[in-house]
Nanobody, 130 residues
Framework: QMHLEESGGGLVQPGGSLSLSCAAS????????VAWFRQAPGKEREQVSC????????TYEDSVKGRFTISSDNAKNSVILQMNNLGPEDTAVYFC???????????????????????WGQGTPVTVSS
């Protein structure tokens, strides 16, 4: 059974850092894309970063460029989101999602909206507050 599980969220002060992990089980991540989305209270789910493991190309939402880094850890079959210089605006539940199982994902690729992603984790909360 395919499964994604996020970890690493928590409470951090403004300017601090967190490293989120998205661990896969039941399959190997290296043929798929993984995106990190976040959803703040009362707001829509938005993508913050994506990595296509086939060629390691990455994308970032403008507000996180230069602060967040997405990478793959093949040994651990996981994708990491390193978040630096966090601010209160980064407070949200962070989800990882798998793309590329269904052919329809490839119509938009990493730009695809939430409904196009094939598998989701349960989310990990991030709170940035002093």
């Amino acid at each position: 059974q395919m499964h994604l599980e996020e970890s690493g969220g928590g409470l951090v002060q403004p300017g601090g850092s967190l490293s989120l992990s998205c661990a896969a089980s039941g399959f190997t991540l290296n043929m798929y894309a993984v995106a990190w989305f976040r959803q703040a209270p009362g707001k829509e789910r938005e993508q913050v970063s994506c990595i296509k493991n086939v060629d390691h190309t990455t994308t970032y939402e403008d507000s996180v460029k230069g602060r967040f880094t997405i990478s793959s850890d093949n040994a651990k079959n996981s994708v990491i989101l390193q978040m630096n210089n966090l601010g209160p605006e980064d407070t949200a539940v962070y989800f990882c999602a798998l793309g590329g199982v269904r052919a329809s994902w490839y119509l938009a690729g990493c730009s695809a909206g939430p409904s196009a992603w094939d598998l989701w984790g349960q989310g990990t909360p991030v709170t940035v507050s002093s």
